[in-house]
């Protein structure tokens, strides 16, 4: 793994944070007192987040600093999957959070299988 591989991961934790807040950009850069350019650039991975800013955003947002790296270590693990689905490191859309964030909220084991086969469906179509 290498060091744009960990500024990735860290600025989709970030952007996670934001959206799962309801937050604007332009909201947070003022909360961080910077641009909102700059949390964009946080966000794709762009620029390096100091410890200080980790520190901010973490009292911002009420979490420990381990959320951020959580899961970074799987990032290497490439072999890990038999089946081939591997999910990518790419930057995760707002729609792939929007959606995270709705499903996570299903309390029923049987719905949640339900909207994955949908899913599943869906994705075998397109």
């Known amino acids: 793994m290498n060091t744009e591989e960990v500024e990735k991961h860290i600025g989709q934790k970030i952007k996670i944070l934001r959206i799962s807040h309801k937050m604007s950009q332009k909201a947070l ?3 961080l007192g910077i641009t909102y350019q ?3 650039k946080y966000e794709m ?4 987040v100091s410890v200080v800013r980790i520190w901010q955003l973490c009292q911002i947002f009420s979490v420990r600093p381990d959320f951020l790296f959580e899961d970074l270590l799987n990032l290497d693990d490439k ?3 038999k089946n081939g689905d591997l999910i990518s490191n790419r930057i995760a859309t707002s729609q792939d959070i929007k959606l995270m964030l709705a499903f996570k909220k ?3 084991g049987d719905h949640r299988n339900l909207v994955i086969k949908m899913s599943q469906t869906f994705a075998e179509i397109a």
Do not use: C, H, P
């Not at 991975?45 to 390096?48: D, K, P, S, T």
């Open 45 to 48: 991975g762009m620029n390096r």
């Open 29 to 31: 850069a003022e909360k």
């Open 38 to 40: 700059q949390v964009q």
């Open 106 to 108: 299903i309390e029923s």
């Open 79 to 81: 072999n890990n999957d």
